[in-house]
């Protein structure tokens, strides 16, 4: 089946450290993004990706990167110097051209301590 | 002021009950989502809609673009429908940026 899938589903940290979180679909869209979610908030964009080789900062990026090196696959790093990296991330891809319906993954929570 | 702002930002209902959820937004837009999104986080699309009215099920969505402001309904509400139930606009002037209300939490009692 297509889809996005997000892994892990629970990931902890220590504070000072980097994290990767993956996010991999296989519905052969061409972009894709990432969004924080923090309680009481609606989505933020991290990061997004129109085309392989190519992304654009979105409107909370610093402490965040990125890398597209395969269509399917967008992997986000936090790195020590995001100040309040816990909280909720989501991935999620669209066609670039066509319909504007975005897939959303599962998610990851991500806890810093 | 948030672009896009929903409301009610809680709402607790009897099974049965028709709901309505409502999304206002202040930018012009391509198209309108409305997504769920369960306890566990992951989130589902309800509906896009740019026009009109769009039924699946027992869910409604409708938009009034010269209004600026959608609906989502739920007939014969069931506690399964317990959900955050989240606006989204696609701005037409911003490379179809995607802007987020924070949410309607729903919950629907036996």
């Known amino acids: 089946d297509g889809g996005i899938t997000q892994s892990p589903k629970y990931l902890f940290r220590k504070e000072g450290q980097n994290v990767t979180l993956s996010c991999e679909q296989n519905?052969?869209?061409?972009?894709m993004y990432w969004y924080r979610q923090d309680p009481g908030q609606g989505l933020r964009l991290i990061y997004y990706s129109q085309i392989v080789n190519d992304f654009q900062k979105g409107d909370i990026a610093e402490g965040y990167s990125v890398s597209r090196e395969k269509k399917e696959s967008f992997p986000l790093t936090v790195t020590s110097a995001q100040k309040n990296p816990t909280a909720f991330y989501l991935c999620a891809s669209r066609p670039w051209t066509g319909p504007y319906e975005q897939y959303f993954g599962p998610g990851t929570r991500l806890t810093v301590t | 002021k948030n672009e896009v702002e929903q409301s009610p930002q809680n709402l607790t209902a009897q099974e049965g009950e028709f709901i309505t959820i409502n999304c206002s937004y202040s930018?012009?837009?391509?198209?309108l989502h409305w997504l769920q999104q369960h306890p566990g986080g992951g989130i589902v699309s309800l509906f896009m809609l740019s026009s009109g009215k769009k039924k699946h099920g027992r869910l409604i969505a409708t938009i009034n673009i010269q209004e600026k402001h959608s609906s989502l309904h739920i007939t014969a509400s069931h506690p399964r429908d317990s959900a955050v139930y989240i606006c989204a606009v696609i701005h037409s002037n911003r490379d179809d940026k995607i802007i987020f209300g924070k949410g309607t939490r729903l919950h629907i009692l036996p």
């Open positions: 930018v012009g837009i391509s198209a």
């Open positions: 519905l052969n869209h061409d972009a």
